[in-house]
T-cell receptor
Framework: AQTVTQSQPEMSVQEAETVTLSCTYD???????LFWYKQPPSRQMILVIR??????QNATENRFSVNFQKAAKSFSLKISDSQLGDAAMYFC?????????????FGQGTILTVHP | NAGVTQTPKFRVLKTGQSMTLLCAQD?????MYWYRQDPGMGLRLIHY???????AKGEVPDGYNVSRLKKQNFLLGLESAAPSQTSVYFC???????????FGSGTRLTVV
């Protein structure tokens, strides 16, 4: 069974500063996809960024970027120039690819607080 | 531009009652999923469907049933609700297995 671990239950950052959220995963597949989702207090799940495992280049979406270390099975999310609207629960997720039919395994989540 | 719509948004049930949660998507996605979210446990997969007329069990299927009679709808049923089923339920869909999900807004269910 796949596991995804987010070892930081809570993190905090000052507005305009940078924060990194950690995620490790455990999959035996060679072709898979990794995701970060944001869940603000509204409860809506929002896709932040997606990484294809066979691509060595780290994915970037505006202020959000990842540090993908395939050998270490690590997939951290870096948020630059943090804004108050970034405050949310963040979930890392792993899609085993192949015949997994898109099933995602989620980590436990990290609550991010942004201080003005 | 509805995306994925879940109904109801909130519900309180008494132990032993039954109910059905409805998920509807208007994006012609093949794959649909039901997850539950509990504090400290992330989201866990209950059941999923890879196309009209198909369903399969996920990680935590006990106490739930599903049906997908039409491609756009995925129903989650609780036949006899238990307090352990108090949770937030999310429906999601995706066109294929390699893309991220589009989520519904969730249903908060309390079983007393």
């Amino acid at each position: 069974a796949q596991t995804v671990t987010q070892s930081q239950p809570e993190m905090s950052v000052q507005e305009a500063e940078t924060v990194t959220l950690s995620c490790t995963y455990d999959t035996s597949e060679s072709d898979y996809y990794l995701f970060w989702y944001k869940q603000p207090p509204s409860r809506q799940m929002i896709l932040v960024i997606r990484q294809e495992a066979y691509k060595q280049q780290n994915a970037t979406e505006n202020r959000f970027s990842v540090n993908f270390q395939k050998a270490a099975k690590s997939f951290s999310l870096k948020i630059s120039d943090s804004q108050l609207g970034d405050a949310a629960m963040y979930f890392c997720a792993d899609n085993a690819g192949g015949t997994s039919y898109g099933k995602l395994t989620f980590g436990q989540g990290t609550i991010l607080t942004v201080h003005p | 531009n509805a995306g994925v719509t879940q109904t109801p948004k909130f519900r309180v049930l008494k132990t032993g009652q039954s109910m059905t949660l409805l998920c509807a998507q208007d994006m012609n996605h093949e794959y649909m999923y039901w997850y539950r979210q509990d504090p400290g446990m992330g989201l866990r997969l209950i059941h999923y469907s890879v196309g009209e007329g198909t369903t399969a069990k996920g990680e935590v299927p006990d106490g739930y049933n599903v049906s997908r009679l039409k491609k756009q709808n995925f129903l989650l049923g609780l036949e006899s609700a238990a307090p352990s089923q108090t949770s937030v339920y999310f429906c999601a869909s995706t066109p294929t297995g390699v893309y991220g999900y589009t989520f519904g807004s969730g249903t908060r269910l309390t079983v007393v």
